[in-house]
């Protein structure tokens, strides 16, 4: 009975001791629990407090949103008015520029008809422009043509006489027969020869006036050729042949 009454004992020691053990744990985890929960609790306030400031904001950006929504609202219905006052506006001018359209018709038609009597006026005095200037310019060159192939006729001789060039040389031949510029009509032809015999009078020596007596025989022969020369294409390209040959002889 002792020895069992001894281990009871000290088996209740042991236990008691254990358990003393456990109840230290679980007053340092009840412990740490308990400062485990006031930080959670301090995070959970600081949380709501940051929570409340959103909800400030926004219950403030809630308010600016409707004061702005109001004002929008305010403008579109000031806008209506206007656009109803504005469409009044546009039926009345409707109306006003629909006896006007009528008014412009006639006038473009007036202005029409007056820049086309303005043309035909202008394309009438730029044809008789145009025919003078043609007249004038035609007459000019022909005056001109005229005048050179005197002077070179005249030249030509001079030049021959005073060179003591032998009367029957082929150079005499070659300038009656020559003409640096178109002499034109037969009748203008005439006139020209006239002119070139009265202008080598002035020159000593029967020579010069026999040959521009020859020259009036061929400047008459040369005005029958070019005549002849107008009827067909292919007498042309024969006499232009045959003046080439003589040319390549002298």
Same mark, same amino acid.
Not at 71 to 96: F, N, P, Y
Not at 125 to 142: E, H, I, K, V, W
Not at 179 to 199: A, F, K
């Given at each position: 009975?002792?020895?069992?009454?001894?281990?009871?004992?000290?088996?209740?020691?042991?236990? /008691?001791?254990? *358990?003393?053990?456990?109840?230290?744990?679980?007053?340092?985890?009840?412990?740490?629990?308990? +400062?485990?929960?006031?930080?959670? %609790?301090?995070?959970?306030?600081?949380?709501? *407090?940051?929570?409340?400031?959103? !909800?400030?904001?926004?219950?403030?950006? +809630?308010?600016?949103?409707?004061?702005?929504?109001?004002?929008?609202?305010?403008?579109?219905?000031? &806008?209506?008015?206007?656009?109803?006052?504005?469409?009044?506006?546009?039926?009345?001018?409707? #109306?006003?520029?629909?006896?006007?359209?009528?008014?412009?018709?006639? %006038?473009?038609?007036?202005? &029409?008809?007056?820049?086309?009597?303005?043309? *035909?006026?202008?394309?009438?005095?730029?044809? @008789?422009?145009?025919?003078?200037?043609?007249?004038?310019?035609?007459?000019?060159?022909?005056?001109?043509?005229?005048? =050179?192939?005197?002077?070179?006729?005249?030249?030509?001789?001079?030049?021959?006489?005073?060179? &003591?060039? #032998?009367?029957?040389? !082929? %150079?005499?031949?070659?300038?009656?027969?020559?003409?640096?510029?178109?002499?034109?009509?037969?009748? $203008?032809?005439?006139? @020209?020869?006239?002119?070139?015999?009265?202008?080598?009078?002035?020159?000593?020596?029967? @020579?010069?006036?026999? $040959?521009?007596?020859?020259? #009036?025989?061929?400047?008459?022969?040369? @005005?029958?050729?070019?005549?002849?020369?107008?009827?067909?294409?292919? #007498?042309?390209? *024969?006499?232009?042949?045959?003046?080439?040959?003589?040319? +390549? =002889? /002298?």
């Amino acid at each position: 009975m002792k020895n069992w009454k001894g281990n009871d004992s000290k088996h209740m020691i042991e236990n /008691l001791k254990r *358990d003393s053990v456990v109840a230290v744990q679980g007053v340092f985890e009840a412990g740490y629990r308990l +400062i485990e929960a006031e930080r959670l %609790l301090n995070e959970s306030l600081a949380e709501n *407090d940051r929570l409340r400031e959103v !909800e400030k904001a926004a219950s403030a950006r +809630i308010r600016e949103v409707e004061s702005q929504h109001k004002s929008a609202e305010e403008g579109l219905q000031k &806008a209506e008015c206007q656009l109803v006052e504005m469409s009044a506006k546009l039926e009345r001018e409707c #109306d006003r520029s629909s006896g006007l359209q009528a008014e412009i018709d006639k %006038l473009k038609a007036e202005l &029409a008809e007056a820049r086309q009597v303005s043309s *035909d006026a202008e394309n009438e005095a730029q044809a @008789t422009y145009d025919r003078g200037f043609a007249d004038a310019a035609g007459s000019l060159r022909f005056q001109m043509r005229r005048e =050179c192939n005197i002077n070179f006729l005249k030249g030509w001789a001079l030049a021959l006489e005073q060179a &003591a060039v #032998d009367d029957e040389s !082929e %150079l005499y031949v070659l300038g009656r027969r020559y003409r640096p510029y178109d002499s034109g009509t037969p009748e $203008n032809l005439e006139e @020209t020869n006239v002119e070139v015999l009265g202008g080598l009078e002035a020159f000593d020596g029967p @020579t010069v006036m026999e $040959n521009a007596e020859v020259f #009036d025989h061929q400047e008459r022969a040369q @005005t029958e050729e070019v005549q002849d020369m107008e009827k067909g294409v292919s #007498d042309k390209e *024969d006499n232009v042949d045959v003046d080439d040959q003589e040319g +390549i =002889c /002298l």
